[in-house]
């Protein structure tokens, strides 16, 4: 991570403290750990306490969470990938299949993606980053009962996720090759940093705010330039979200709300 350890991950100042869930984030009080913790709950404890990042990846489904949508194998559509009117229509497994997501089984989808979810990460059959968008858009939905993962900072990541990992398409494409399943796990920091931004973004309303916004599209661009290890062109398009963030961060981060 572009922070070194030891730096509070709202406001960079020295910090001991590191999350207990995880080991890996650090924050200098309460009032800025209650910052980050509504998102940062979904993947703190996906692993065991290190001092390493985590993947950028959701724990497994719950039996509970599974269970609503078993009872609504036919429920209403989820938005897929940049949905544009009109509408369709489709039972909430075919978006993800549609998106690309997961491949067609035949009419037993539903059960066979809600029992892959429900696996850890390393052991579901459904690679990644597919895992990750299709939880983010479970756990995001709900039929009448609301599903703990509401937050609009996760949709926004998610959708620069998307994004991002659209725009780089092309790049490994050129190069004869598909997306590397390992992807989100290499640009981990850089999307946990942008989940942190989001969640600023929308959960924080100090004085400081603009300034902390400022900080988390810095850190961004410093990881691209001083530890991203990819090519060039990936690198280019990491910059450009960053550039983007650091103007939104200009505005307030009016944009993000
Ligand atoms: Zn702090
Ligand atoms: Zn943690």
Excluded at 164 to 188: E, V
Aim: aromatic share 10%; proline share 8%.
């Amino acid at each position: 991570m572009a922070a070194p350890p030891g730096r509070c991950f709202v406001c960079d100042n020295t910090s001991a403290k590191a999350c207990s869930g995880c080991g890996w984030l650090f924050v200098c009080s309460r009032a800025h750990q209650a910052v980050l913790w509504p998102t940062h709950k979904y993947f703190c404890r996906t692993s065991p306490p290190s001092r390493s990042l985590p993947a950028f990846t959701l724990p497994p489904l719950k039996p509970e969470e599974a269970e609503i949508y078993r009872l609504h194998p036919d429920g209403h559509v989820l938005h897929g990938r940049e949905p544009e009117p009109p509408f369709e229509m489709v039972p909430w497994y075919k978006s993800f299949v549609k998106a690309g997501w997961v491949t067609y089984r035949g009419p037993e989808d539903a059960r066979w993606i809600l029992d892959d979810l429900q696996k850890p990460a390393g052991s579901a059959e459904t690679p990644e980053p597919a895992r990750t968008f299709i939880l983010i858009a479970l756990k995001g939905q709900h039929f009448e009962q609301r599903i703990e993962l509401d937050s609009d900072a996760w949709d926004l990541c998610s959708r620069d996720l998307t994004r991002i990992l659209d725009r780089l398409r092309p790049h490994f494409r050129s190069k004869g090759m598909a997306l590397p399943n390992d992807l989100l796990t290499r640009l981990a920091p850089f999307f946990h940093q942008d989940l942190i931004f989001n969640t600023i973004g929308i959960n924080y309303q100090g004085k400081d705010r603009q300034e902390l916004l400022n900080l988390a599209a810095l850190r961004m661009e410093d990881w691209v330039v001083k530890d991203c290890e990819e090519e060039e062109e990936v690198k280019r398009c990491l910059a450009g979200v960053a550039a983007v963030l650091l103007i939104i961060a200009a505005t307030d981060g009016r944009t993000v709300c």
